[in-house]
């Protein structure tokens, strides 16, 4: 038992001693993680220089517009602020030539789709209680 015991032992002592020497020393580090991501052309984006000017706009703007309103936006616009019928008459003669038997209950403003409108509500007409107009006076469907 004892011979089996120090031979075991021996063998232990034989290993380790090969193991430190097969390394020389040196300890082989794990790779460490990327920090930086590859780019790839689907991923990189599209680069346009500063240069270039859009030719819808300009510094000096355009007379023809007004810079408190935009072409979409509705002056004094104020989203659930009740509107006045008689004047937006361009918004009451649109729904009352596509809706000929509605009445007019209520206009107030409203976003539809991220746009300004009025929001028209109506009656009289079976399957339509409220209508959506532009500020130009165009039905919004």
Do not use: W
């Not at 979409?72 to 937006?88: A, Q, S």
């Not at 000929?100 to 009289?124: D, F, M, R, S, W």
């Amino acid at each position: 038992m004892k011979t089996k015991i120090a031979l075991v032992t021996v063998l232990l002592a034989l290993m380790l001693l090969l193991s430190v020497g097969c390394g020389n020393g040196r300890v082989t580090p794990s790779p460490t993680p990327m920090l930086t991501p590859a780019l790839t052309p689907a991923l990189t984006p599209a680069l346009t220089p500063l240069t270039t000017a859009s030719p819808e706009m300009s510094p000096e703007g355009s007379p023809a517009t007004s810079p408190e309103a935009s072409p979409g936006e509705i002056e004094g616009f104020v989203e659930g602020g009740e509107v006045d019928p008689t004047k937006v008459t361009e918004v009451t003669d649109a729904v009352k030539a596509e809706y000929p038997t509605a009445t007019i209950k209520k206009i107030v403003y409203a976003l539809h789709n991220a746009e300004q409108v009025y929001e028209v509500q109506i009656e009289g007409v079976t399957d339509v209680t409220k209508v959506f107009v532009s500020g130009d006076g165009t039905i919004v469907k």
